[in-house]
């Protein structure tokens, strides 16, 4: 039986039995504990709307069907509400943390973890995604320079590139303007 991972994942959404293994693929991706605790931050404060896990569905070596919970968890992200200066009626969300196990990159999950989180911020009504991160994983995906909309941050040290999304087209049209995150963005220097 093969194991390409991206073969046997189903990416839903977390659970409360999700959160130590949750941190622990953030602090195995990430040198040190600023992702793995954002994510924790961003629960406590209900501003995390949404958390996705990418868990296996069967186990590779015997096939057998793992429900909810049982499989191993690849990949994790969040996503939640920024606000836009200067323009309080827009709805923004950012993608963060994002992350996939080392050994499981490279094979579509983390691809599927955006795209699974991007519906679900169109669902909840968001018209533009943010993300810092890795400007060429995200350009796959759609997402442009944030500057080309006139978006910034306010640490010009974020890590990576800073990318945005419309999700309503023109939603970002001639608006422009700092991306304000929540102060528990501050250790990723959000
Ligand atoms: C960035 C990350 C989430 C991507 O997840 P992944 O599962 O490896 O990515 P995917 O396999 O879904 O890649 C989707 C596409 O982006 C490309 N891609 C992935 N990572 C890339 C990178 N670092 N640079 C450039 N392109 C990349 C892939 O080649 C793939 O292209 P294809 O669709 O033409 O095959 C993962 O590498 C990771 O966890 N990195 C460390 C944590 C991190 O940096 N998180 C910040 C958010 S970007």
Do not use: W
Not at 69 to 81: C, D, K, Q
């Amino acid at each position: 039986m093969t194991d390409n991972p991206a073969d046997n994942l189903r990416i839903r959404e977390e659970r409360l039995i999700d959160h130590e293994r949750i941190y622990r693929i953030h602090e195995s991706v990430f040198a040190g504990h600023r992702e793995a605790r954002l994510g924790d931050r961003l629960r406590r404060s209900d501003l995390a709307q949404i958390s996705l896990v990418a868990e296996r569905f069967s186990d590779p070596e015997s096939g057998r069907h793992l429900s909810e919970g049982e499989g191993g968890l690849l990949g994790h992200v969040m996503a939640s509400r920024v606000e836009l200066s200067g323009c309080p009626g827009r709805v923004l969300m950012a993608l963060a943390p994002l992350a996939v196990l080392p050994q499981h990159q490279r094979h579509g999950i983390g691809k599927r973890l955006v795209i699974s989180a991007v519906k679900r911020c169109r669902l909840l009504g968001a018209g533009a995604v943010v993300a810092a991160g890795h400007a060429e994983f995200y350009a796959h995906l759609g997402f442009h320079p944030a500057r080309h909309y006139g978006l910034y941050c306010h640490h010009e040290d974020v890590p990576g590139a800073f990318v945005a999304i419309e999700l309503v087209p023109d939603y970002l049209a001639g608006l422009g303007g700092e991306v304000l995150f929540d102060h528990g963005f501050s250790d990723l220097g959000l």
